[in-house]
């Protein structure tokens, strides 16, 4: 099974319900799959057959779609357009889809706890997942952005939001990966890395944010309408798109400079990322 097929399949194995109509569509509806895509990289880096990662891949797809379900809600960005298509509540409903994000997040630990491998390796990487995706990680990144106080008032400010918001979550399948493939003492550099990747991520989606349309983007600008500071906004565009590629070239290196790690494959896909037109 090709990584779309595992992910139907295992949200199929939950209760036919409006809940489970709503998990799906927002699950299936064409994300880029960057997150899973870095976990089966770093696997195939340390020589581990990727499929050992499928059922994390799975969970952390899961759990960055409940937290694009509930940012999009009325009482956070509420957002009409999401991967191309309406957002969950305006598809269903808003109870429907706080719903439908509660339960993305809770079957991701037990998609995560199905993994085939020794069991405090996979406690380990739950325990990262948790961290990275709770009140110590995005949850704290989404909590720093919605308050005035603490929120995108200057550059700095703006890293700290993007480095909790953007980079737990992109961090997380780095540091599982290597926790899986018997590197566990490389979390924290791992985890630098995909700060770093956190980082570019969002000035690029500033960046195409500022030069796209919705309609290309898939998504609705809604910082535009929030008028909320970006690196755009901060740095103007022409800086903004340096900045990007000198943080892409940051992460390039740290990546080249893990031992016993083949680094090739996973520096293509960044790359790749980098040269990403949504
Ligand atoms: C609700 C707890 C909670 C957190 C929400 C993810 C998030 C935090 C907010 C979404 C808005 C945003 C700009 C997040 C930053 C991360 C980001 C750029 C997400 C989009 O990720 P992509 O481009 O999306 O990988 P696809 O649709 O391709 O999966």
Do not use: H, V, Y
């Given at each position: 099974m090709n990584f779309e097929e595992i992910l139907q399949h295992e949200i199929r194995e939950t209760q036919d319900s409006t809940v489970r109509d709503a998990m799906e569509y927002s699950l299936m509806a064409?994300?880029?799959?960057i997150r899973p895509v870095l976990l089966y990289e770093v696997l195939k880096g340390y020589?581990?057959?990727?499929?050992?990662?499928d059922h994390f891949a799975s969970a952390i797809e899961m759990i960055h779609t409940y937290s694009l379900i509930h940012d999009d809600l009325p009482a956070m960005d509420n957002d009409d357009l999401r991967r191309g298509k309406p957002t969950c509540h305006k598809q269903f409903d808003e109870a429907t889809a706080i719903l439908a994000g509660d339960g993305l997040l809770t079957y991701a630990f037990e998609e995560a706890a199905k993994t085939n491998a020794e069991p405090s390796l996979v406690l380990e990487g739950i325990r990262i997942l948790s961290q990275m995706a709770g009140p110590e990680g995005m949850v704290y990144g989404q909590c720093l952005d919605m308050a005035e106080e603490t929120g995108r008032t200057d550059w700095d400010a703006l890293k700290k939001v993007h480095k909790y918001k953007t980079g737990c979550l992109l961090s997380a399948p780095l540091m599982i990966g290597a926790v899986l493939s018997g590197h566990r003492e490389e979390t924290a550099a791992w985890h630098e890395a995909g700060d770093l990747i956190g980082l570019a991520f969002q000035v690029q989606d500033d960046v195409l944010d500022a030069t796209k349309t919705a309609d290309e983007l898939g998504k609705s600008n809604s910082d535009e309408r929030n008028e909320k500071v970006t690196s755009v906004s901060l740095m103007g565009i022409d800086e903004a798109v340096k900045t990007m590629n000198e943080l892409y070239d940051l992460a390039a290196d740290k990546i080249r400079g893990f031992r016993d790690f083949s680094s090739v494959s996973l520096i293509g896909v960044l790359k790749g990322i980098q040269s990403r037109s949504k």
């Open positions: 064409g994300g880029k799959r020589g581990i057959d990727p499929a050992l990662g």
